[in-house]
Nanobody, 125 residues
Framework: QVQLVESGGGLVQAGGSLRLSCAASGRDFGNLAMGWFRQRPLTERVFVAAVSDDGAKTDYADSVKGRFTIARGNVKNKVYLEMNNLRQQDPAVYYC??????????????????WGPGTQVTVTS
């Protein structure tokens, strides 16, 4: 099983930036496809971004394209989500997820078998 721990969440003004980190352990990180999802209260968890196991392919939700960037730090066994120009629709708990069979960047939450506890992102006006 993969253990995932997110960090980097917090309070930021609209238009500002945050970088989320997710540390992975328990499996060879190079074999994991990774993703970020987010969830607001009383709503479903939704896809934000994903990266393939080799880092060659990424995928983004339309709502974050051009503002968010997902990247792997294979030496540190981490995946990052750089969030720029944060908007009022971005506040949520952000979750890191892993697919232990690796492969492509996937947007379907059901394909991910391991999840972190989440980190809260709050955007103020």
């Amino acid at each position: 099983q993969v253990q995932l721990v997110e960090s980097g969440g917090g309070l930021v003004q609209a238009g500002g930036s945050l970088r989320l980190s997710c540390a992975a352990s328990g499996r060879d990180f190079g074999n994991l496809a990774m993703g970020w999802f987010r969830q607001r209260p009383l709503t479903e968890r939704v896809f934000v971004a994903a990266v393939s196991d080799d880092g060659a392919k990424t995928d983004y939700a339309d709502s974050v394209k051009g503002r968010f960037t997902i990247a792997r730090g294979n030496v540190k066994n981490k995946v990052y989500l750089e969030m720029n120009n944060l908007r009022q629709q971005d506040p949520a708990v952000y979750y890191c997820a892993a697919i232990v069979t690796g492969g492509l960047a996937r947007s379907n939450a059901d394909t991910y078998g391991s999840w972190g506890p989440g980190t809260q992102v709050t955007v103020t006006s």
